[in-house]
């Protein structure tokens, strides 16, 4: 062993890169795997709720505890992540008295600041909320941005002397004489940034200890190395509304059941979720009636969702985990507590340990865990900072409103840009170059484009998880092919095609779920500016073609119950 333990990681998703940055802030050395980009697997399917605890408080009170301690800890740390939205619980006439008071007293008991509050005050801080809903308890929810936040803190992790290995895939641990060694690597594009196009190769990766990071894929890795990890994936589906209709996030006060919860995401809003095991985390039905579940159910909170268009319906996997004597039938029962899996101790085999479970909003707590545990295997004791020392980007963001006047950029986009930079606007929006908008629903600029090219190379998906481009309203209509062009000049038209390319295919897989309504009359004329006008389906130059087929997905809401369609597992879909 080097003087310094190297600790591999494989995982990039909100666990793997809070492990990632804890590990190198205690002055370990560590290489973190990622099969596709940061975000790839469930933290960027997920609904982008900052829990206060309050959905926890009276099933499940230690998640609920550690997600208000974490919720403190964020709003100080990742202050460029987070909105304080404030969340309420909300009582609809049917919904029983006695669990409202069994959901209060759970708040009290979990320190978690709750008040009640009347339907019309409830009215008065949300208009659009049901006429029926008679009382609501107030908690501080919020609403988090998970690109950003483990952007930051794989960035972190980097300035720590990290290595951050995006689209490398573990195809297999090495295990030798009973011990986890290491990993072997194989990488989609070559090792560090990514260049489409590039050829990539296979790596072994030796390591003193490795983390098992993979969330809902963990069972997969464990098998690498004949082990059990006993994960169950369970299934959420989320649909996004174009606009915000409440700027709270607004949960039903009900014991538990399907489509409960809105949470109001940046320029959108985010209608969820349901609950479902599936046997495989890449391979489950995306169904419509699901998506108009969402509809129909979250407009008795809130009416004129019944009418409003929605932009794309997503899915994700919850990575949950029970000890196995317990034994839950139903998936909503099982804890949404973490779990550290030390191999050495649970199977004999020294090396590695796996972490599962857990929620986003407790990531930098099961990291401070995972990473106590490491240190204990090395006889090392370093302190964890990550409670108190910010994420780039959140260090000093009192400065928002003086950069909102400062770049030359007009009021919404220079508001829009500063708040996704943070404290970092300056050094990234100071340009003497023109500094037109690339994307104007979610108003990003070509220096916040050039930036994002700089940190993650020619992936215009990684660029689009970094600075929202291609989110909003048209869904990348406006902008992908702009977004494309400012590659040109850093990369060859290769890839620069390929990198559009991919980055279409990304946005269209979501709208298969929104055709009906104006996003139908969006999506045709996405279709026909990129398919005709540009000629993205059938180019003739290299043969590729984008598949456009999601016209033929299903006829739209209202007529979709058969409409099954299987994912593609692909890329991270967010919003
Ligand atoms: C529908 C839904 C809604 C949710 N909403 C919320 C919410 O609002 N708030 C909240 O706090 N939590 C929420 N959660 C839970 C939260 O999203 C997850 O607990 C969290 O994101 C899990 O992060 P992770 O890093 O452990 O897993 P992941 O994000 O899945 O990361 C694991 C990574 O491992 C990678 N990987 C897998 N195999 C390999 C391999 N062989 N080689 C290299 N890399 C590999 C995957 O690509 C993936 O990126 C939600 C979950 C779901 C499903």
Known sequence: MASVPHIAVIGGGSTGAGIARDLSMRGLDV???????????????????????????????????????????LRDIAAHCVEMTGGLFVKRPEDTEEYFEEKLRGCETCGIPAEVVSGEEARAMEPHLAKDVDRAISVPDGAVDPFRLVVANAASASEHGARIETHSTVTDLLVEDGEVVGLEVEHASGAGKRVHGTEGGTEEIRA?????????????????????????????????MNTRQVDTVINRC??????????????????????????????????????????DTLSELVPMLA????????????????????????????????????????????????IVGGKFTTYRMMGEEISDHVCG??????????AEVPLPGSEDFSVLRDYMDEFGLRSPIGRRSVERLGSRAEEVLQTNGPNPTVCACEGVTRAEIHDAIDGSGSDLNAVRIRTRASMGNCQGGFCVHRMASELHGRYDESVTRQAWDELLQERWKGQIHALWGEQLSQAMLNYALHATTQNRDHDPADGGS??????DGGPGRGDRSEAGVATDGGTADGD
């Open 546 to 551: 984008v598949d456009f087929t999601a016209f």
């Open 208 to 240: 003193d200890y490795v983390v098992n990071a993979t969330g809902a894929w963990a069972g997969r890795i464990g098998d690498m190395a004949g082990l059990d990890v006993e994960v169950r994936p369970s299934k959420g589906v989320m649909t996004i």
């Open 254 to 295: 009900r014991p538990k059941g399907d489509a409960d919860i809105i949470v109001p995401h940046e320029t959108t809003c985010i209608l969820g979720t349901t609950d479902e095991e599936v046997e495989d985390p890449e391979d489950y039905p995306e169904e419509g009636w699901e998506v108009d579940m969402m509809l």
């Open 307 to 354: 009418e409003a268009r929605t932009i794309r319906s997503f899915w994700g996997v919850r990575p949950l985990y029970e000890p196995p004597d317990v034994g839950s039938e139903d998936p909503t029962d099982i804890t949404r507590d973490y779990f550290l899996l030390d191999h050495e101790e649970r199977d004999s085999l020294p090396g590695m340990t796996s």
């Open 377 to 386: 295997k090395f006889g090392i004791d370093a302190d964890c900072r990550t």
């Open 31 to 73: 290489t973190l795997v990622e099969q596709g980009n940061l975000t790839h697997g469930t933290t960027g399917r997920m609904h982008g709720l900052l829990h206060s605890g309050g959905r926890y408080a009276v099933s499940d009170q230690k998640s609920a505890e550690e997600c208000i301690e974490e919720n403190r800890v």
